[in-house]
């Protein structure tokens, strides 16, 4: 499966963004879907995750209730709508797939387990 991330871009703090992945080669459905995220100079973070029908669906503490990660298995298509941005979210962001439908809460977060990504959709969040 092909991962094609969009919807970066440059917002003030306490803006708002919606990230889009689209899929190709393959349908989404078969697949369980992150973000993550990398600030220059860091290492990639999880950010969000969500199971193949969207029965589970995981975020990272500091992203809690600010970021909603969906999907529309229709449009093979997977977004994470980010609100109340703070400078401290910018990086580049990434949409991964895992070939497991279902989400482990041992391993939802961890970058390895995903086996598709995105090419990485730059988010600059201006103070």
């Known amino acids: 499966v092909q991962l094609q991330a969009s919807g970066g871009g440059l917002v003030q703090a306490g803006g708002s963004l919606r990230l889009s992945c689209a899929a190709s080669?393959?349908?989404?459905?078969?697949?369980?879907m992150g973000w993550f995220r990398q600030a220059p100079g860091k290492e990639r973070e999880f950010v969000a995750a969500v199971s193949w029908g969207g029965a589970s669906i995981y975020y990272e503490d500091s992203e809690k209730g600010r970021f909603t990660i969906s999907r529309d298995n229709a449009k093979n298509t997977v977004y994470l709508q980010m609100n109340s941005l703070k400078p401290e979210d910018t990086a580049v962001y990434y949409c991964a797939a895992d070939s497991r439908t279902r989400l482990y809460s041992s391993s939802y977060y961890v970058r390895s387990e995903y086996d598709y990504w995105g090419q990485g959709t730059l988010v600059t969040v201006s103070s």
């Open positions: 080669g393959r349908t989404l459905s078969r697949y369980s």
